[in-house]
């Protein structure tokens, strides 16, 4: 489930924090700093030691050093600038059978002994209402190992003045264009995660993400309208270089539109962000009805996200988020068929743990597997499902695909979704080329709003930017677009998609999922792709 | 131990204030512990226990404003934060929209703590896992449920003498409860203070009747239908819609409570005049701290009466912009009802649609507030008074102030919690005409 606004932006929960401050601050600094991997070794030992001591067959450590900068701007003001930093131990053990977790902020070695002796009293208590003992997949100990996001520039390092002004100035840039106000923001996320097992692995990570939305709002006080456009850039595991905005990683759209594919050029998309606001004011509505509808990347990543991603997460399959997110309507006597088809032949979907530039790149997972890629949907039919550890058995694998995900040390670390991609097509073809092909359908960009529903069926969704095609050609932009599908029957009307020259990867910072929920970050991938006949509805209401 | 008294919180409190060398400073202090226990497929998954506390510092020189944080409270540590807050706010840039901070206010006192809920054992959360196992079981059901207790303290002071210290408790139990088949879905909520209000085999009971009635679901037609929403089914809605009661949105047009050619719609009726919901931190039942995140005293406040919109949420600054009174935010929603129950709205229902729970509900398009979700977990068709048959689940393309229009009766409010809304809320069940449903969902 995608949160629907940054409730989880800071875990300090306290409004009087997120206050303005500024410069080259100590804490800035200190968000550049790293433990000692020595010491992080040492303590895994402690924790190791006393869990297996106290009866642990299986015990994992993860030291986690999470540090956030968010700067958030509005016109020509600062927000905020919030640094946090989230420093602790989480350690999962397996007792009589069972799991049981433990976690605290103390790095002292007494401290850290005890949570794991308590971690293995919690697992005992938990193993009275056990009725199957957790069956792990294998994983050979991969030694004293460390892994890195390939980032070019550090975005920590960077100035906060310097990262300041290049917002006001697209801010200013956005007013300038005729927008009547305007938001940007920088999140930037710094995961130092080390791991540790009684496997034999000692693995030191260190995770950057990097995202710069901006919205941007265009008002008509005499009839009382406003419209949102929201920036084209995706959040990424990449450093300050996003920012860069090269020209070689721009592309040209039907409608005038720019994509982005790994560089962002942000003053650019908030001019044109503001001039898209005021012309969605004057827009007219759609009349509902079947279209055939042509997919940007940056729209169809959400819907990747919501009708593919989530319904092959294994866990939800066999129940385990019944009560919260849901099931799946993906059940496993589809996948044992091996003819089920979730989606038209031209439909290849992958779950990428090792994808370069996307937001669920690692070396590892959170229980010490390496990254891997595999296939979710191949040509059509549904041939995996994404699992852990103790799920592998369950599919018959002697091997887990490495999705285990925790947001902090402080949460158990379970089954999270891979970047989940749809292939690019064989065939050459453009946007251009795909919209030409189309007589009666609506181009649709950007992320608008979403839902669906608990088994991964029924879902809705709105966009940013919508312009009605007419025999071939970009007639006019619309607007109070939304369309609505069947998951399986949605992707089975996919008739074409672009070639790899379009490819471009999208994501999410805020996939919430569990109780306590989590968030987790994770991107799509996706070249334009053509769905026909299409049910779409007019959102337009009136309050009298 | 993260549940400090008053008299340590005031003295770690006094200390910061005093330490600070800034034109003033603020510091807040809050710890918790938070326990939980998860369950599915009729067996325990994970449960555990998170304590921790916090102390946060705001100080600021003229505008210049800095903030830090820290976990832990000796005197060097209480230093280190002081002074970092205060190294940053040197190198801030002027606010212009700094307000300065808020004189000393006076509390309420609402009852927020119950010592039974902070008494909550691991032993007991298994029991509220048995409790809602077992039944599930015997009635050849999967039940899949989550319990979380939290035992607070917070406390606010400031360099202008304000001090404040409370603590509270929570409990939010759910649970869902499917047939073995998978055909059938029933769903229970609880959200309370008071641990001992609640019995897991009592609530129970609800999910499993809700589950195996839900089986073989008839199809009917997306349209316009007489619904009856249970408590936890509107909630969500309503609290997507107090979004829009922020003032300077509104002033700045783009709110649904934005006057054509600006300002805001305060005073105008919005709403059927059945409609009144205020905000009370003392309310017996939704009891929430007396201050804001600001530190602001809530008081009473009515939001809306008798249809017309009587509150507008001015931040500090706007307020002192637009000359209006800031108050303190409200932290619980409390609409008023009269004294029939779900099933008494049922009764007088011709024909109608029962909707349980709504799901995934996310704006669609913020001018009308137009929301679009699910019903889930007991979906049921009503005939002359009684229910017939469960029916499919609909996604609905709805506004709450249309909804809030469309009311043609009211039952008895209830407490609920809603994971998506910052409000402890009383919600009534409510039964309202022409609720737009626009496609079937196979989902179960």
Known sequence: MERRDFLKVSGIGLGMLLAPAYGRAIAAEELVTRIDVALKKRLADTAMTAARADGASYCDVRIGRYLRQFLMTREDKVQNVVNTESTGIGIRVIANG?????????LGADAVARAARQAVQIAKANSKLTTQPVRLAPVKGVGEVSWATPVIKNALEVPIKEKIERLLEVNAAALAAGASF?????????????????????????IHRIWAPIQVSAIDKASGKFRRRDGLGAPMGMGYEYLDGRKEDKIALPGGVTGYINSYDMLEDAVAAAKQAQEKLKAPSVKPGKYDLVLDPSHLLLTIHESVGHPLELDRVLGYEANYAGTSFATLDKWKSKDFRYASDKVTIVADRTQKHSLGAVGYDDEGVSAQRWDLIKDGILVNYQVIRDQAHILGLDH???????????????????????????????????????????YIVGRGSY???????????????????????ITRMIEDVAYQIRTPEFWNACSAICDERDYRIGGTFFDGKGQPGQVSAVSHGASTARFDGINVINTARSLG | MSIYSEQDAKAI????????????????????????????????????????????????????????????????????????????????????????????????????????????????RASVAADSIGPSKAAKCVAAGFLSDSARFSAIANSNGNFAYQTSTNVDFTCTVRTED??????????????????????????????????????????????????????????????????RQADEGRSFLSKKGGG????????????????????????????????????????????????????????????????????????????????????????????????????????????????????????????????????????????????????????????ESPFVMMIPPLKIRDFTFTSLSDAV
């Open chain 1, 98 to 106: 069972t799991w049981g977790f433990a976690a605290t902020s103390d």
């Open chain 2, 13 to 124: 409190l006094d200390k910061v204030i005093k330490l600070s060398k800034a034109d003033e400073c603020t510091a807040t202090l809050s710890g918790s512990v938070d326990g939980n226990i998860r369950y599915a497929l009729n067996a325990v998954s994970t449960s555990g226990i998170v304590s921790d506390a916090e102390l946060g510092v705001q100080v600021a020189f003229g505008k210049r404003v800095g903030t830090a944080t820290i976990n832990e409270f000796d005197d060097k540590s209480l230093e280190k934060v002081v002074r970092r807050a205060e190294e940053l706010a040197k190198l801030a840039p002027e606010n212009p929209e700094f307000v300065p901070a808020i004189g000393k206010q006076t509390y309420a006192k609402s009852k927020t703590w119950f010592e039974k809920t902070a008494a909550i054992t691991p032993e007991y």
């Open chain 2, 264 to 419: 805001n719609k305060l005073g105008e009726k919005m709403f059927d005049e059945r409609v009144t919901i205020y905000a009370d931190p003392v309310d017996p039942v939704a009891a929430v701290l007396p201050w804001d995140n600001e530190g602001q005293a809530r008081e009473r406040t009515p939001v809306i009466t008798k249809g017309k919109v009587e509150y507008m949420q001015y931040s500090r600054y706007w307020a002192k912009l637009k000359e209006k009174k800031a108050s303190g935010q409200p932290g619980n929603l409390i609409m008023v009802g009269g004294d029939k129950s779900t099933m008494d709205l049922v009764k007088s229902t011709k024909k109608g649609i029962l909707v349980t729970r709504t799901w995934y509900i996310r704006m669609v398009d913020p001018q009308t507030v137009l929301l679009t979700g699910l019903t889930r977990d007991g979906t049921f068709y009503i005939e002359n008074g009684e229910i017939k048959y469960p029916i499919k689940n609909f996604r609905f393309n709805e506004s709450p102030v249309i909804m809030l229009n469309n009311i043609e009766e009211i039952g008895k409010p209830v407490r609920v919690g809603d994971d």
């Open chain 1, 400 to 442: 887990s695909q490495g999705c285990c995900y925790a947001d902090s040390w402080s949460s158990v670390q379970f089954q999270r979704m891979a970047n989940v991609s749809l292939e690019p097509g064989k065939q050459r073809l453009t946007p251009a080329e795909m919209v030409a092909a189309v007589d009666n359908g609506i």
């Open chain 1, 451 to 473: 839902s669906i529903d608990q088994q991964r069926y029924n879902a809705q969704f709105g966009g940013q930017l919508f312009y009605e095609i007419k025999d071939g050609k």
């Open chain 2, 182 to 247: 998978g055909t059938g879905s029933g769903w229970v909520a609880r959200n309370l203070a008071d641990i001992e209000q609640f019995n897991a085999k009592d609530e129970i009971k609800v999910a499993v009747q809700k589950a195996t009635a839900s089986r073989d679901a008839k199809a009917l037609e997306p349209g316009k239908y007489t619904v009856i929403m249970e408590p936890a089914a509107s909630a969500g809605l309503i609290s997507f819609m107090m979004f829009g009661f922020d003032a």
């Open chain 1, 182 to 206: 305007v938001n940007s923001t920088l999140f930037q996320i710094n995961e130092q995660k080390y791991f540790a097992s009684t496997d034999g692995s000692y693995i030191d990570q260190d």
